[in-house]
């Protein structure tokens, strides 16, 4: 019954997930040394990938992060698979604190500098 339970949340994360990249508009704007991304189009409990710049934004219960999203093994892009990194390569899985839940890779995802100002995140490559 508990793994049921536990099944039963996971496919409604997951869903949840696929739901918000699917419809997820978020402005954004990048310079050299920066992307900007607009905080009203970053919804709570979603994330945004920048797959050009290897960078997650990522808002859960109203705190945001920004991640790496370059696969600590060996470089990867990594991907969203319901409420996880994943990376294509190798298998590797990340929750999305950037811990490590699945090697081969052994180090967590780096995280990047940002900061919060006039409701945009502005992220420092
Ligand atoms: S590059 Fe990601 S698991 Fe190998």
């Not at 190798?90 to 940002?114: M, T, Y």
């Amino acid at each position: 019954m508990i793994a049921r339970r536990s099944f039963v949340k996971w496919a409604l994360a997951s869903a949840f997930f696929i739901f918000t990249f699917k419809f997820l508009k978020v402005t954004k704007s990048e310079t050299k040394n920066s992307v900007t991304i607009d905080l009203n189009n970053l919804s709570n409990n979603s994330v945004y990938l920048i797959k050009n710049r290897q960078i997650a934004a990522i808002r859960m219960d109203n705190n945001i992060n920004v991640l790496s999203i370059k696969c600590t093994h060996l470089g990867c892009t990594l991907n969203v698979a319901g409420d996880i990194f994943k990376c294509p390569c190798h298998g590797s899985e990340f929750r999305l604190d950037g811990e490590v839940i699945k090697g081969p890779a052994s180090k967590n995802l780096n995280e990047i500098d940002f900061k919060v100002e006039n409701n945009k995140i502005i992220i420092y490559l």
